[in-house]
């Protein structure tokens, strides 16, 4: 049985429930709050990080790309067409960098701080953090997604999907990313059709629907959340 440590607005912990969704494994979902460093929690990860994924109480399998990979190897190979990456090692390189720009570059200049400044800090005692949000980090995380949304804009407009033909690892690790960004209100999908279409192909799929119906206490999503049809 699989057991994932997980936050609602982890980018990276909504892309490996996706990718469980997607390969129809079930796993029991513990959420966690981070800032806490609860003492059992930073013994399975001492940087304190998410996700975490445990099977059959084996080691923790730490952060979100890297549980990509466990499933990959794990479930994905033996799913033949329904695997989410491609068999050649080039078209596999292109998944692996996509994946990473989505839950490593695109979380670390832009997620991260919108929820941290919007959501955690809500929770936060202030000795740990909270308190009001700071304005100019919010600032400065939407001047970044402004890049990186023209860039999923640029990729959806020249390609069936992110990574090429087919449906793989890296549209889930971007659908993730930005399904956040989209609860929060954050994405001006007028601006980008392509990537509004691929969008709506994404959260249209059974794997999406768990992280449509959830809720972040104190902040509501914006009123197209979970239209399929915005």
């Known amino acids: 049985m699989l057991k994932l440590y997980h936050h609602p607005m982890s980018a990276a912990s909504r892309y490996v429930r996706l990718l469980l969704g997607e390969y129809a494994e079930r796993c029991e979902l513990i ?3 981070p800032w806490e460093r609860r003492r059992a929690f930073l013994a399975m990860n001492p940087a304190a990080t998410l996700p975490v994924m445990i099977e059959d109480d084996g080691p923790a399998i730490v952060g979100g790309i890297i549980a990509g990979e466990y499933l990959d190897e794990t479930r994905g190979v033996f799913m033949r067409d329904k ?19 989505f839950v490593d570059k695109l979380d670390q200049e ?3 701080y919108l929820v941290r ?10 000795g740990e953090g909270g308190g009001a949000p700071d304005a100019s980090a919010i600032r400065a995380a939407r001047a970044n997604f402004k ?22 690892q890296a549209d889930l690790a ?10 929060l209100g954050e994405v001006q999908w007028d601006d980008e059709p392509a990537a509004k279409d691929w969008y709506s192909r994404m959260k249209s ?4 629907r768990p992280l449509l119906t959830e809720r972040v206490r104190g902040v509501p999503p914006v009123q197209h959340y979970a239209d399929l049809d915005f």
Do not use: Q
């Open 31 to 33: 959420e966690e709050r």
């Open 83 to 101: 695997r989410l990456m491609p068999e050649k090692p080039a078209e596999r390189a292109e998944v692996r960098r996509l994946t990473e720009w």
């Open 110 to 112: 832009v997620t991260r």
């Open 117 to 126: 400044e919007r959501v955690f800090k809500l929770d936060m005692p202030k």
């Open 147 to 168: 890049h990186h949304f023209r860039y999923l804009g640029w990729l959806t407009e020249n390609r069936d999907w992110l990574a090429g033909p087919r449906m793989s």
């Open 174 to 183: 971007a659908a993730a990313v930005i399904s956040i960004l989209d609860y």
């Open 205 to 208: 799929r059974p794997s999406f």
